[in-house]
Antibody, heavy 120, light 110 residues
Framework: QLQLQESGPGLVKPSETLSLTCAVS??????????WGWIRQPPGKGLEWIGT???????YYNPSLKSRVTISVDTSTNQFSLNLNSVTAADTAVYYC????????????WGQGTLVTVSS | QSALTQPASVSGSPGQSITISCTGT?????????VSWYQQHPGKAPKLIIY???NRPSGVSNRFSGSKSGNTASLTISGLQAEDEADYYC??????????FGGGTKLTVL
């Protein structure tokens, strides 16, 4: 059974960089059949797609976040990561990692989510 | 990119059917058959219930169905049950090779 688990600091100061990692177990992140992505949800609000990475390192980002976001993959540890710089209170959200099947909208496995609060 | 448009709330009685709409543009919903729907209960991660407009993942009740006409996708839930009370989100691929979500719809089972 595939599992995704987010990890990282729960509190980040304004103007600093938010860094999260998603550990994938029960399957290989190097599979050519899937993309790996990040989605966030501010408290009480809707879902926002942040970006996606393929095992080869190809990335796609939300245009509204593109200047601040970097998603990377480490196939040796079966993990992928999110870095969001210059954060503000508006970046406070539950951050989810998820898997999506290539050539489909089949986004079937999600992590449990991790709350990141931006505050001094 | 703009979020897809969903009604903020819908409601129905047990046993009834409801439909949630998801309106986009030709650059997203109307241009691709990559529309998915997610169910989210409070404090939980979203759960995929429909993908590629009208396909159900294994294990999802056949009371959930999806369709699309033009720039609007729809999720229909038949035989409403108390456990269906949740937030529902649509999502679509876009011409910019990105993905966009709808604003979400809160379903209340009366």
């Amino acid at each position: 059974q595939l599992q995704l688990q987010e990890s990282g600091p729960g509190l980040v100061k304004p103007s600093e960089t938010l860094s999260l990692t998603c550990a994938v177990s029960g399957g290989s992140i190097s599979s050519s059949s899937y993309y790996w992505g990040w989605i966030r949800q501010p408290p009480g609000k809707g879902l926002e797609w942040i970006g996606t990475i393929y095992y080869s390192g190809v990335t796609y980002y939300n245009p509204s976040l593109k200047s601040r976001v970097t998603i990377s993959v480490d196939t040796s540890t079966n993990q992928f990561s999110l870095n969001l710089n210059s954060v503000t209170a508006a970046d406070t959200a539950v951050y989810y990692c998820a898997r999506r099947q290539r050539s489909s909208s089949f986004r079937d496995y999600w992590g449990q989510g991790t709350l990141v609060t931006v505050s001094s | 990119q703009s979020a897809l448009t969903q009604p903020a709330s819908v409601s129905g009685s047990p046993g009834q059917s409801i439909t949630i709409s998801c309106t986009g543009t030709i650059s997203d919903v109307g241009g691709y058959n990559y529309v998915s729907w997610y169910q989210q209960h409070p404090g939980k991660a979203p759960k995929l219930i429909i993908y590629d407009v009208s396909n159900r993942p294994s294990g999802v009740s056949n009371r959930f169905s999806g369709s699309k006409s033009g720039n609007t996708a729809s999720l229909t839930i038949s035989g409403l049950q108390a456990e269906d009370e949740a937030d529902y989100y649509c999502s679509s691929y876009t011409s910019s090779t990105t993905w966009v979500f709808g604003g979400g719809t809160k379903l209340t089972v009366l």
